[in-house]
């Protein structure tokens, strides 16, 4: 039953939702825009829930994945799909550069990582010969034709986009149910009682990291290849880092399809209902959205519905 | 040469007062709370904007502006408090997340109501320049702004050491337990430091608005320069505070004056990262205590 | 297999642990006793990587052990209990065996898990949370179990029979002796009663202030004078 279930949703998710929308680009567009968020969400919440580590940083990420990825495709004539890869390893790269911030805790971490963030941004500004300067980088190449589908449209970017955000999740739920995620799980209150029993506590945390990294430095790869436009205030805006979170905490950061589902319902509620509303102050929603659930529901959504559903009370991660 | 340097470094100080008393008030609300306030920028935003619609709507001074800033940014960081106060689990993280969803709510509310332009006072007096010794140039709002945070950070300094209250929020800090057993009242002092930091946020608000230019997405920067130096004090000395600020300033106002102007952000963040990493208990190392 | 050659640690001024030299061999078990605040926890503390020396130098069949992280230290095979239980949070009794025997033996073997449940006990709990709903002695059987399950040549227990009543502590014994032969266990234990003490191990070190003042069979040791005295209104010889 259950099979049959996330069979017909794959179905829906593949073929029925571009057969729906295919006519109407906006919101395929709408759509696209919204797994973005997702996929970065997914990646906020992996590092949230397993590493124990609130980001507000995350456009660092993405802005390195998507200005790794065009420079590579651009300048050097990698194939898009390999570079959106190495995008993404980019992304894990420049995480490296942040491992002296794990020692931090809290708010330390946090704070750390957004100025990483300012730093890359400046970096891209200034960085005029490779990264085109504030100028930005016009005509970046699209995703190319494969198997008679063209990957650099609205449905194929759709489709992409699916892709990663499901792998994530994927890779998300299968790290949750590993050794290292019930270490990781572990390592938030008694991190001495579990280093003494052999784990390596600062490397898993760096693992989480990099991994975090790289996802999102994918999905910032694709978002570049998919828009074919970037310029530094673009790829490293706040919005990489308010959205996600706001979509993680509204579905619940630590369940794997919380960040999704939030991402879908907090990025379309945004665009559809509340711009119209609020052309200038409409992210406004978001933070009332944001303060609600840590107040009301901490957990998020998703568990509290199942646990309308079930009467079960929230399991930690 | 050297007159530049020196004029780079009296505005790097000038800066480093609005930047202290804005840091001030979050150090107090970190000490007694452990809380990291992260809407804090944005009260020191929504004072700005109100001495900014006295002066556009009424023609008021913006000076004028404060009892009016000061009774609604007290009540909104009062409000800050309540919410605060009913994070029961995993509160470090959830404290942060709170703060950050109302300063998101403050940035994009100013946003609605005063759009994304930018604003700085009409009152030719307050840029009027000011000259010092011959060669320092400042503007009156500036000498204004710098000696008013002194004066006020001052006040707060000698609170914090003389009365019952202030030694009640400096036990807090210190040792909560402790300071519980012995009687103080936790709820009670917490409140207090709240409104200590609304206060200083009035004023470095209304201070920003004459000497400066405000935009609604100020809040945010100045709540990261706030931590910032708070981070560089080592969390809880009000004069590791003024000193880290001043840091920042000349820091920034040499990059400015020697380097480029869009490099600006960049010296204070690495010099953070640089902090942070090699010291985490700050160049002044007491995480302790307020005030000492 | 655990040589300690003059190991030093100095917190802020005091000194923790003056000049401590002492050896274990494979497959021995020691009594470490000594009043509170004598150092003994300190001293696991160095051995298992939790805290620096200030001085000395600590091998582990040969290898030095300095400037190797705790982690590092567990998967030589050196397991050890913390005084106050700290089970792995947010995880069940098995989860937390798990975890130990997946990253400290690097191996994946429910079968050994099992036997360890037994051997302790707490099979009935394999599945409870193990932050809540155990009983102390649980509690006390969980630490031993979280570091038996590192595979561990040389296991370090403080005070896990420490606050049990008087039968659960004998059973608690018996087990721990079970378990030591079963595993061929080098051990070395912190322990205020005595005559437990003696009942486990054949040899005894006593610690005071940060110094070892003996070392031998139990029972010469508790008639040393020295060791009377720094025992003094501590506890019933």
Known sequence: MRHILLLAALVVAYAGVPLLFGGTPYILGLIVAALTIAGIAVAWALLGNLGGMVSFGHAAFFGVGSYGSAVLSMKLGVPVFPAVLLGGLAAALASVAMLPALRLRGPYFALAILAYAHIFQILATEMTPITGGAGGLLSIPRFPVLFGLDLGGKTGGYVIILTIVLLSALAYDAVRRSAWGLALKAMHDTEVATRVVGVPSTHLKAAMLALSAFITGVVGAFNAHFISFLEPDYAFSSTWTVLPIAAAIFGGYRTVWGPVLGALAIYLLDQLLFKPILPHGHQMVLGVLLCAMILLSPGGLLPALRRRSTGERHAHA | ?292 | MLTLDGVQVNFGGVQALKNASFAVAEGESVGLVGPNGAGKTTLFNVISGVIRPTGGRLTFRGQSLLGLPDWKRARLGIGRSFQIPRPLGHCTVRENLIVAQRFGAGINDPKRIDEILDLLGLRDKADADATGALALTEHKALEVGKALATNPSLLLLDEVLAGLETNSKRAFMERLGAVRDRYRLALVIIEHDLPTIAALCPRVLVLNFGQIIADGAPDAVFRNPEVIRSYTGETTL
């Open chain 2, 1 to 292: 040469m050297i007159e530049l340097t020196l004029q780079a470094l009296f505005s790097g100080l000038l800066a480093g007062g609005y930047y202290a008393t804005v840091a001030v008030g979050l150090a107090l609300v970190f000490g007694t709370m452990r809380i990291i306030n992260l809407a804090h920028g944005e009260l020191v935003l929504l004072s700005a904007y109100i001495a900014y619609a006295a002066e556009s709507r009424y023609g008021l001074n913006p000076v004028m502006a404060i009892p009016l800033a000061l009774l609604v940014v007290g009540t909104v960081s009062m409000i800050v408090y309540a919410l605060l106060s009913r994070i029961r689990q995993d509160r470090e993280i959830n404290s942060l997340i709170l703060t950050f969803g109302i300063g998101i709510i403050m940035t994009n509310g100013i946003l609605t109501i005063w759009a994304a332009d930018i604003h700085s006072t009409t009152n030719p007096w307050f840029q009027d320049s000011l000259v010092i010794a011959d060669t320092l140039f400042a503007m009156n709002a500036e000498i204004v702004a710098f000696v008013g945070g002194l004066a006020l950070m001052a006040a707060v300094y000698w609170w914090l050491n003389h009365s019952w209250q202030g030694r009640a929020v400096r036990a807090l800090s210190s040792n909560r337990n402790a300071a519980t057993l012995m009687g103080v009242n936790p709820r009670q002092t917490e409140i207090l430091s709240f409104l200590i930091a609304a206060l200083l946020a009035t004023f470095a608000g209304v201070a920003i608005y004459t000497g400066k230019t405000v935009f609604p997405a100020l809040g945010h920067v100045l709540t990261v320069k706030a931590f910032i130096i708070t981070v560089l004090a080592g969390m809880g000395s009000i004069h590791g505070v003024l000193i880290g600020a001043v840091m920042i300033g000349i820091i920034e106002s040499l990059t400015v004056t020697y380097l480029s102007a869009s490099l600006q952000e960049l010296a204070g963040m690495l010099l953070f990262l640089v902090v942070l990493f090699v010291s985490p208990s700050g160049l002044f190392g007491g995480r302790r205590a307020l005030a000492r």
